[in-house]
């Protein structure tokens, strides 16, 4: 209630959850078009430079990691989506910017049209690369390119004239599949760049319809 109270004092408005209906973040740096208001300090305009600080023991034995991101990771993933995702990828990998990455690509591919960016910090606790984890990620990505191949040869038997699939129709088909294995969090948006190399390569020539198809 304060933060909203501070943010009409200063001649503002709350709605949907966002300052005057745009802003997704009430403290931030920049953002000066929120900090104009006159006669007022700087951490009681619209949008206040002050950060929020909370302390929160550690628990070396359960404490796995800790997530920084901003709102347009947040506007297509909870924090229970985006833990399961990071945990299902530490599994797979000890490379932080690869799963960073993954990340950000997932929540662009579900849809997410806001600035980006995420912190990833891990702690003794985290989980590690498994053998058996790492199997299961191989067998899935087998799994979606025999399908995909299965797709593009359905669509064009040896009696049918029809041009192959473009990308939309394979992501399409695709979403609508029940593919066991996906990333928890991230779901086929997570094996996007997958499903991408894996069509071009099997059409070459319809690469450019790849660009043409964003989230789904």
Known sequence: PSEKERIQRAGGTVMIQRVNGSLAVSRAL????????????PCE?????????????RDEENDEFLVLACDGV????????LCDFV????AITDDLEAITNQVI??????????NMSIVLVTFPAAPLPSAEAI?????????????ITE??????GDNNPAPPLEFSQVLHTLSEDDIVGLPPGGGLSAKRHFIEDVYKKLCPNLADS????FDF
């Open 87 to 90: 945990r299902s990828r530490l």
């Open 135 to 147: 199997q299961r990620e191989n067998e899935l990505e087998s799994t979606i390119e025999r399908r």
């Open 151 to 156: 797709l593009l040869n359905q669509a064009q």
């Open 74 to 81: 947040w506007d297509v993933m909870t924090n229970e989506d």
């Open 210 to 213: 790849v660009s043409a198809s």
């Open 30 to 41: 920049g953002d000066y078009e929120y900090k104009n208001v006159e006669g007022r300090g």
């Open 45 to 57: 305009q619209l949008v206040s430079p002050e950060p929020e600080v909370f302390v929160k023991d």
């Open 105 to 114: 690509d997932t929540c662009l591919y579900k849809g997410s049209r806001d």
